[in-house]
């Protein structure tokens, strides 16, 4: 992971929390200059444009993710409980409204819109999610703990929209719980265990 400043981290923070309230076209440095507390000339020192910005931004939640998926990995041995404890994380991210949405399913939205290499950081982040979960499923289906009713890439493609359109349910009701009403089913299907 890269090293960044105290300052850098700040304003990283500040575009996520904006990118996620409003989107890439919804924020500018002086909006965050007005949050951090600092002048724009000092956001354009660490990062000198907003393609910039939002390009380490997203690069630094996919190593982000990456980390925490192998802790799971590391804590979590059975396939299926890494899915549950991957769909908890996002669940209680939303309902205590840390993270409500997921900062690459929102940008995905915007793809037509956003600058080529902010897009091959977001298009990154999903590639690796996919592989991920393909492997969880693959993983979980030789083990004879989840029932697949697809390749393990189908049903990770279609575990990782749902996730993603679940996020957006909850936030179009302005209901935390509706993630959980979304997602509960397609666990239970996945599962070996009803």
Sequence with gaps: MSTVSSTADDILACARTLIIAGGYNGFSYADIADVVG???PSIHHHFASKVDLVRTLVSRYREEAQ?????????????ADQLRNYVGYWEACIK?????????ALLASELPILPEEVALEVRAHFRFLASWLASVMERGKRQGRLHLASTARVEAEGFMATVHGAMLSARAYGDPKMFGTIIRPLLDR?????
């Design 38 to 40: 600092i002048r724009k």
């Design 67 to 79: 980390v925490g998926l192998s802790a799971l990995e590391r804590n979590v041995a059975d396939p």
């Design 190 to 194: 996945l599962s070996t265990r009803h």
């Design 96 to 104: 205590d409204a840390t993270a409500p949405f997921c900062v690459c």
